[in-house]
C-alpha cells in the first residue's frame, strides 16, 4: 500500500482533470519539454527496468518521494516547479509517474501566488487540487488580481487545514463570512503581510472565534481590536507580531486559557505602574517566547507551573524570574536568555542557582562566560560539600566567553561522556557545544592564547561531542 499520510500537511479536490501537456504548456522550462517529446528507444527502456531502482517496493517509493518535497526551512507554501517534487518525480519515467500521481499526499501543499503572477495557471492550481483528492490542504493564500482562484480555493474551504494568508479586502471579505462548521479541518491560520486590514475589522474575529478545530493563530502585522472580546478555549499556539505593552499582552493570555504555546515578537514594557494587574494562571503553557525590551514587567503577573522553554530578553530585575519560579514551581528544561552584552558574572552566577534552572537540559545565553562562572559549571565528582548545578545539561551555546585557556574546556570535559564508556547517573553526557569567544583588543591578541583549550575540543569532537567555537583571529 502506497503511503498516505506525509509528515507535512496535505490536500484534495474532484475537479475536471487537467492533460499533462496542457500543464507543461505553462511551464518555461525547455529541458522538460525536450524529454517530454522523445521517449527513449525500447532497447533503452529494457535496460533501465533491469536497474536495481526498479526493484524498490511502490511502498518504499512512496516514502522516499514524501521525503522529497520541501521541507518547512525551504518554504512549505512553495510555486510548483518542474525542477521540484512532486512534478519533478513525474519526470522521471511512467511509472514514477504513476506513483506519484497516485498519492494524493504529496499534492497537498502549494502556493497561492502560482495564479497571482500567471492568471493562465488557473488550470495548474485545478489539477494540484484535484490531486490531492480527499486531504487536508496546506497552502499560502495572496492576493489575485482575478478571482477565479478563490473561488476554487474557497470552494474547497471543508478541507482547509493548514492556511497562510496575505490579507487584501477581497480576502477578508470572503474569510469573515466562514461559518463555523464550513472549516472542519482547519487547525492553522496565519496573517502575514496585511494590506489594508484595518485593526477595527471585526468582522474576522467574529469568524475566527467559531471555528471549533482552530488550534494554531498568528497574527504578524495587526490584530484586530476586539480580538480580547472572545474567548478561545481551543487555542493552543499562538503568535503575535505586532509591538505589545504587558497589559495588553496580559489581557490577551487570559482570553487563552488552554495555550501551550506564545510567541510575542515585539514586546515593550511600560512606563506605568501596573503591579495592581492581577496574576495570570496559565496551565498549560509550555514555550513562552520573547522578543523585545525587559520582560519583567509581564512575568512578574505570570504563573506557568507547566513550563518547560523560556526564551527571553534578559530582564532588567532579576528577581522577576526567581518570582515566576515561585508562584510556578515549573522545572524549565530549555533557557535561552537574549543580551547583547556581557553578564554581570555575579548576576550570571545567580541565575545559574536558581531552583527552576536546574531541570536545564538546554542552555543558550547571548552572555558573557568568565573563569568563576565556568569553574561553577565544572562538574567535580565525590567533592564533598560543592553544590553542582545543572546536573541535566547536554545544549550549551554561549556568547561572548571571557575567559583563560583551559577553562571552558575543562568545563566541557568534565561533562562528556563518550558513548563506549557507561556513564554515570549525573551529570548527563553534553550533546552539543557551541562557544563564541569575546572578541579581544588588538593589543590582547599577542597575550591570549587558546592552543590547549582547542586541542582538546578537537580531541573531544573525535569522540564525537559535537562542538564548535568561534575564535577571533583565530590560529587554531
Not at 562557544?435 to 573525535?462: A, H
Request: charge should be positive; hydrophobic fraction near 40%; include cysteine.
Amino acid at each position: 500500500m502506497i503511503p498516505s499520510k506525509p509528515s507535512k500537511p496535505f490536500r484534495n479536490t474532484g475537479i475536471a482533470k487537467v492533460p499533462v501537456n496542457r500543464l507543461v504548456s505553462h511551464c518555461s522550462n525547455e529541458s522538460f519539454r525536450a524529454a517530454s517529446a522523445t521517449p527513449p528507444s525500447e532497447p533503452a527502456r529494457k535496460l533501465a527496468r533491469q536497474a536495481p531502482i526498479y526493484r524498490i517496493p511502490p511502498e518504499i517509493l512512496g516514502e522516499i518521494f514524501l521525503a522529497c518535497l520541501p521541507d518547512e526551512a525551504e518554504g512549505m507554501y512553495t510555486n510548483p516547479s518542474i525542477r521540484k517534487a512532486p512534478m519533478l518525480l513525474c519526470t522521471v519515467c511512467g511509472t514514477w509517474r504513476d506513483i506519484a500521481v497516485s498519492m494524493p499526499a504529496l499534492w497537498t501543499a502549494f502556493s497561492g501566488s502560482m495564479c497571482r503572477t500567471k492568471p493562465n495557471h488557473l488550470p495548474l492550481l485545478q489539477l494540484w487540487l484535484e490531486r490531492s483528492r480527499d486531504h487536508s490542504l496546506s497552502f499560502h493564500l495572496y492576493s489575485m488580481p482575478e478571482f477565479e482562484p478563490l473561488d476554487l480555493l474557497f470552494a474547497q474551504i471543508h478541507r482547509w487545514g493548514d492556511v497562510s494568508v496575505s490579507l487584501d479586502s477581497e480576502i477578508t471579505r470572503r474569510l469573515s463570512a466562514i461559518q463555523p462548521n464550513s472549516a472542519p479541518l482547519l487547525k492553522r491560520i496565519e496573517f502575514a503581510h496585511h494590506q489594508h486590514f484595518r485593526a477595527d475589522n471585526h468582522e474576522l474575529t467574529l469568524a475566527l472565534a467559531g471555528l471549533p478545530t482552530l488550534r494554531f493563530l498568528a497574527w504578524h502585522d495587526v490584530i484586530p481590536n476586539n480580538f480580547t472580546q472572545f474567548l478561545w478555549p481551543n487555542l493552543t499556539h499562538l503568535v503575535i507580531g505586532p509591538r505589545l505593552r504587558p497589559d495588553k499582552c496580559l489581557k490577551l493570555l487570559s482570553c487563552c486559557p488552554r495555550v501551550e504555546y506564545v510567541a510575542l515578537r515585539k514586546y515593550s514594557p511600560s512606563l506605568d505602574d501596573i503591579s495592581y494587574l492581577p496574576v495570570i494562571t496559565l496551565p498549560e503553557l509550555r514555550t513562552l517566547s520573547i522578543r523585545g525590551e525587559d520582560c519583567g514587567q509581564l512575568l512578574c503577573h505570570l504563573s506557568l507551573p507547566s513550563l518547560l522553554a523560556l526564551d527571553i530578553p534578559k530582564p532588567l530585575d532579576r528577581t522577576s524570574l526567581q518570582g515566576l519560579d515561585t508562584r510556578s514551581g515549573c522545572n524549565i528544561e530549555k533557557l535561552t536568555l537574549n543580551q547583547d552584552n556581557p553578564f554581570p558574572e555575579e548576576e550570571l552566577l545567580w541565575y545559574l542557582k536558581l531552583r527552576c534552572l536546574q531541570s536545564l537540559r538546554s542552555l543558550i545565553l547571548g552572555a558573557g562566560m568568565t573563569d568563576a562562572v565556568a569553574d561553577h559549571l565544572t562538574w567535580h565528582p565525590n567533592l564533598n560539600g560543592r553544590t553542582q548545578y545543572l546536573p541535566y545539561l547536554t545544549t550549551i551555546s554561549w556568547k561572548l566567553c571571557n575567559t583563560t585557556d583551559g577553562a571552558l574546556s575543562r568545563m566541557v570535559a568534565s561533562r562528556w561522556h563518550p558513548t563506549q564508556d557507561s556513564p554515570p547517573s549525573l551529570p548527563a553526557s553534553l550533546q552539543r557545544v557551541h562557544l563564541q569567544y569575546l572578541p579581544w583588543d588588538g593589543d590582547d591578541i599577542v597575550q591570549r592564547s587558546f592552543r590547549s583549550e582547542i586541542s582538546l575540543f578537537r580531541e573531544l569532537r573525535v569522540q564525537g561531542l559535537q562542538i564548535s567555537w568561534d575564535l577571533p583571529f583565530s590560529r587554531y
